[in-house]
């Protein structure tokens, strides 16, 4: 089966812009995740989706970040504006919803803000 | 409610052996273990429910405690190609959601060298 498709693979901007990255999940994988991942540090979950319903964003930073999943397939999330320290790793993965699977990763979109 | 692993890195000969351990603070419904080589996504090893463990690959096992909400990976017979980091993510379901949320721990850098 296809696996969880991203991109950008990498991204360059200068604080203050905006970027936004695009991840395309596996096939009938209801639950959807976004994680950041800084250098040296465990990734840690942003927001979940199951189908196109957000089911956790406690630790999204709204005030800068957003995320859609439209028709409860792709999902786009955004960063706007950006700051220093959001230069990390940005993981999607998907799952099925039943808890008892593991995730799949995709290959990640690497940011740097300079 | 970050899981805790411990060690933090270690260093093995090829043919040694190594357990990871995993701990968490509060009640689990099933453990994660992950493991990602640098500059690549997380990979799914295998994962451990309430009442069972299950074994995903020959020569790495794990065990899941669930009084103690403990968890513990061993690796035995280490291959070169074992290197990377190990993660733990613990589960919990998210009440209401019908949903699960994965957390990871900060990782175990393991080393096998010729």
């Known amino acids: 089966e296809a696996g969880v498709a991203q991109s950008p693979r990498y ?10 990255f695009w991840c ?30 957000v089911v956790d964003d406690s630790q999204l930073p709204k005030d800068r970040f957003s995320a859609e999943r439209l028709k409860g397939v792709d999902s ?8 220093l320290e959001d230069s990390a790793v940005y993981l999607c993965a998907s799952s099925l919803s ?17 | 409610q970050q899981p805790v692993q411990s060690p933090q890195a270690v260093i093995l000969r090829e043919g040694e052996d190594a357990v990871i351990n995993c701990s968490s603070s509060k009640a689990l419904y099933s453990v994660h273990w992950y493991r990602q080589k640098h500059g690549e996504a997380p990979v799914f090893l295998m994962i451990l429910l309430k009442g069972g463990e299950q074994k995903g690959h020959e020569k790495i096992s794990a065990s899941f ?17 074992y290197s990377g980091t190990y993660f733990c993510g613990t589960v919990r379901r998210i009440s209401g959601a019908g949903s699960y949320q994965l957390t990871f721990g900060k990782g175990t850098k ?5």
């Open chain 1, 98 to 114: 039943t808890g008892t699977k593991g995730y799949t990763f995709g290959s990640g979109t690497r940011l740097t803000v300079v």
């Open chain 2, 110 to 114: 393991l080393s096998v060298i010729p």
């Open chain 1, 11 to 20: 991204k360059i901007i200068e604080k203050r812009q905006s970027v936004a």
């Open chain 2, 65 to 81: 405690n669930e009084k103690k909400q403990q968890s513990s990976l061993y690796l035995t017979a280490s291959q070169l190609s």
């Open chain 1, 76 to 83: 786009t999330l955004k960063i706007q504006p950006a700051k």
């Open chain 1, 24 to 53: 395309n999940p596996i096939s009938g994988h209801a639950t959807l995740y976004w994680y950041q991942q800084i250098l040296g540090q465990g990734p840690k979950l942003l927001i979940q989706f199951q189908n196109n319903g």
